[in-house]
């Protein structure tokens, strides 16, 4: 489906529906000195100075007009007990029963979202094997949480991705 940017005025073919950061931010904004000797990251989880510990999961948004979801892949950081228990039911077989839910807090900053995003608050739910976990936010009234509750139109979504492009 096309769509015509209202930052740039260009048509593009496909509008994008998941952004992600790649890692937390207090991770992505050190040297890579500093990452070589106080963090270990992974496609899934991170650890800095042995007492940040994050896990990466899904922010889902609701598209109004279909079945499909805007996805944020976001990272959140956990307690040390849960960031531990969260690796040792990794693989796990029904790990979305047995475990969690769990409590966390958004370690990206969000810039097209005001207030802040970064320490937003967040339930974190597992999801089967393979599924990255689900995060909920809990402060309701946050712009990202209404939108996780109501849904997004197209538009809003065109409206989003152009900012995000650019």
Do not use: H
């Given at each position: 489906m096309s769509w015509t940017c209202v930052t740039c005025g260009q048509s593009h073919d496909d509008i994008p529906l998941s952004f992600a950061a790649d890692y937390p931010d207090d991770y992505a904004n050190?040297?890579?000195?500093?990452r070589e000797q106080r963090a270990i990251a992974g496609s899934?989880?991170?650890?800095?100075?042995?007492?940040?510990?994050y896990i990466r999961g899904c922010l889902e948004i609701p598209l109004l007009e279909s079945d499909g979801v805007f996805l944020w892949?976001?990272?959140?950081?956990?307690?040390?007990?849960?960031?531990?228990e969260i690796s040792e039911c990794w693989k796990e077989e029904g790990r979305e029963t047995a475990h969690g839910p769990f409590l966390g807090r958004l370690g990206n900053s969000l810039k097209v979202y005001?207030?802040?995003?970064?320490?937003?608050?967040?339930?974190?739910?597992?999801?089967?094997v393979g599924e990255r976990p689900l995060f909920l936010v809990e402060n309701l009234d946050h712009p990202l949480a209404i939108a996780?509750?109501?849904?997004?139109t197209h538009q809003q979504v065109h409206d989003l991705v152009s900012l995000l492009m650019h």
């Open positions: 050190m040297s890579i000195e500093e899934d989880q991170c650890v800095i100075d042995e007492d940040q510990f892949g976001l990272w959140a950081s956990v307690w040390k007990d849960d960031y531990l005001s207030p802040v995003t970064l320490n937003l608050k967040v339930s974190i739910k597992l999801r089967p996780q509750q109501t849904g997004m």
